[in-house]
């Protein structure tokens, strides 16, 4: 950052060459500046022809034509117009979601059918976190209050009646499957959903829970 | 050699320091020499709940700094031959004690004593580091309710993480009645979530309010169904083979067909 205030740089852009003056530099210091830029690259802007366009400081209609002065007596460069720009404000990137823990990203996990895998046997309590970069096969029940992470599947062998997240890194083709289907919430890829509010349960039969059309759906395996 | 058994549950109010006098009490009148160990410091209880208050001198916190030595810091009960209490200071808060004092602190009470029973504070964090540093066992008390299982859940998952994988399943104050009627968790559904063993069930009981605040643990009275309930968990806890009070009297074949098709009995 110190060096920004202090110096000049140079940046070239398809428009042109881009001049950064920091704002607070005086006058002189900015010709002298530019003047030794140009002759250090000497090579490079000999028989060019640029468009100068400059940010920070303001200069006044002379000072311009000092400026490409400065430039053109340095180097056989030929300046075809000058002009300033307001230094764009940075672009906010927009953040990648992210719900789990793990954000979602443009290139996902997709080792759906092989790959890494994770085995995790016993009971999966609550508090209990289980972030993966892959499938992840739980040997157990999983409890309300835990959380499971996958990038790939996840398959608990048990009730699952906790938090999970499969192809948590935006893969919408991952699956989750449990003995017991009973997830506080159930998020695949970028879609969340949550369990219907049954009073009492009634059955106890493997289901697999998979993405079609943008919907999560839930059915017998 | 003797055990350290600690008596926690995650969430407040379910009735760890209850259980604790109890089955301290219960071990006492089957001629065990018990120490319980109130870890609660700043909130302490156990002494009111046992009717030891008054002669608290020295504490907790006194033995693991040196202030005292352990046997003038032991509240002998009167009542009960065998039975100690070592409480906790009022003064203090939970950082006063470190697991590695607790863990020495343990270690010189099981060359002299069968059960050392540890008291938990609610919650997971330095107090309860504490009170699970020294155990072998715990009894995790539980109450039917969501909020309580959860917490118990996260608590046997600490346990776990720290090694202490004998843990045992207290239910305390159930009410037969509202189980039937399906308004209160049921004993089996808690069992399936928590997943451990069961080492008893505790009635909803009236007199266990009576009796803590008298500061007589209802173990010893021989017509409380919840004194009875705490009997029969203490010869659990010393290994015996003794089957569960029935509470809730049979299931009749109705409400069971209606459980079986998801109705909810009114």
């Known amino acids: ?221 | 050699m003797g055990e350290v058994i600690v008596i926690t549950s995650g969430k407040g109010g379910v009735g760890k320091t209850t259980t604790t006098a109890n089955l301290g009490t219960g071990l006492a009148l089957k001629e065990k020499k018990v120490v319980l160990i109130d870890a609660d410091i700043g909130l302490r209880n156990l002494d009111l709940v046992m009717g030891l208050e008054n002669r608290i001198v020295y504490d907790l916190v006194n033995v693991v700094e040196g202030t005292c030595r352990i046997k003038q810091a032991l509240i002998k009960d009167k009542r009960f031959e065998g039975l100690f209490l070592l409480p906790a200071a009022q003064t203090r808060d939970k950082n006063a004690v470190s697991p590695e004092q607790m863990i020495r602190l343990c270690d010189d009470l099981k060359e002299e004593f069968d059960y050392i029973l540890v008291d938990c504070p609610a919650g997971i964090e330095q107090g309860f580091k504490n009170a699970i540093a020294g155990a072998d066992r715990a009894v995790v008390v539980t109450t039917p309710e969501v909020s309580a299982v959860r917490d118990a859940d996260r608590v046997i998952g600490i346990l776990e993480a720290n090694e202490i994988r004998k843990s045992m399943l207290l239910i305390n104050r159930v009410r037969p009645d509202m189980v039937k009627k399906g308004d209160m968790m049921s004993i089996e559904d808690i069992i399936d979530i928590l997943a451990i063993d069961l080492i008893g069930v505790v009635p909803d009981d009236e007199n266990i309010i009576i009796s803590t605040n008298r500061g007589e643990p209802a173990v010893a009275e021989a017509k409380s169904l919840a004194g009875q309930a705490y009997r029969n968990i203490t010869r659990r806890l010393m290994g015996e083979d003794v089957p569960l009070i029935n509470l809730a009297g049979n299931d009749s074949f109705l409400s069971k067909m209606k459980k079986l098709l998801g109705f909810k009995s009114a």
């Open chain 1, 1 to 221: 950052m110190d060096n920004e205030t202090k110096s000049i740089s140079f940046k070239g852009t398809a428009e042109g060459l881009v001049i950064l003056i920091p704002k607070e530099m005086e006058t002189g210091a900015v010709m002298t500046q530019v003047a030794e830029k140009v002759r250090a690259a000497e090579k490079f802007f000999r028989g060019a022809k640029l468009n100068v366009i400059y940010r920070g400081k303001k200069l006044t209609g002379d000072e311009e034509q000092e400026l490409i002065r400065a430039m053109t007596e340095n180097s056989s460069v030929t300046i075809e117009g000058i002009r300033y720009e307001e230094t764009p404000k940075p672009v906010e990137r927009e953040k990648s979601a992210n719900i789990s823990g793990m954000p979602i990203r443009r290139i996902f996990f997709k080792e759906l059918e092989e790959g890494p895998c994770k085995f995790v046997r016993g009971t999966i309590r609550s508090g209990t976190r289980i972030l993966y970069e892959g499938n992840v096969v739980v040997i157990g029940d999983a409890n309300p209050g835990s959380e499971i992470v996958a990038s790939g599947n996840i398959v608990v062998f048990g009730a699952l009646r906790g938090m999970v997240h499969a192809g948590a890194d935006g893969n919408r083709d991952a699956i989750i499957a449990a003995l017991k289907l009973a997830p506080t919430q159930l998020r695949i890829g970028d879609i969340i959903t949550r369990c219907p509010d049954t009073s009492e349960e009634i059955e106890f039969l493997p289901e697999i829970a998979l993405v079609k059309d943008g919907i999560i759906y839930v059915e017998p395996l």
